[in-house]
């Protein structure tokens, strides 16, 4: 069974910086997409950044783009989420998740997930 366990959330403040992490045990790792999702309050889940098994193609919500990065070790079976210059609207859970189908952006395709971590960002 696929696990996946979300770390490096956390309180910062607007411009700050965090980097999130996602460790998964069980399974394959190296042969899928991976993608981060988020959810605040209220709201729906949103697809932010995925990236390809090899690393060769990430992709990202337009509202990150240029703050977030996404990379993956596939040696340690880990997808990371750098996050620069946060803004108080990234305020979320966010969720890391092991795509099995579908378009990268679609949740609906993503078979496994973490429990999330929380990101807040005060203004």
């Known amino acids: 069974q696929v696990q996946l366990v979300e770390s490096g959330g956390g309180l910062v403040q607007t411009g700050g910086s965090l980097r999130l992490s996602c460790a998964a045990s069980?399974?394959?790792?190296?042969?899928?997409?991976m993608g981060w999702f988020r959810q605040a309050p209220g709201k729906e889940r949103e697809f932010v950044s995925a990236?390809?098994?090899?690393?060769?193609?990430?992709y990202y919500v337009d509202s990150v783009k240029g703050r977030f990065t996404i990379s993956r070790d596939n040696a340690k079976k880990t997808v990371y989420l750098q996050m620069n210059s946060l803004k108080p609207e990234d305020t979320a859970v966010y969720f890391c998740?092991?795509?099995?189908?579908?378009?990268?952006?679609?949740?609906?395709?993503?078979?496994?997930w973490g429990q999330g971590t929380q990101v807040t960002v005060s203004s």
């Open positions: 998740a092991r795509q099995d189908r579908g378009a990268y952006y679609d949740a609906a395709g993503y078979a496994y």
């Open positions: 069980g399974g394959t790792f190296s042969t899928y997409t």
């Open positions: 990236i390809s098994w090899g690393g060769s193609r990430v």
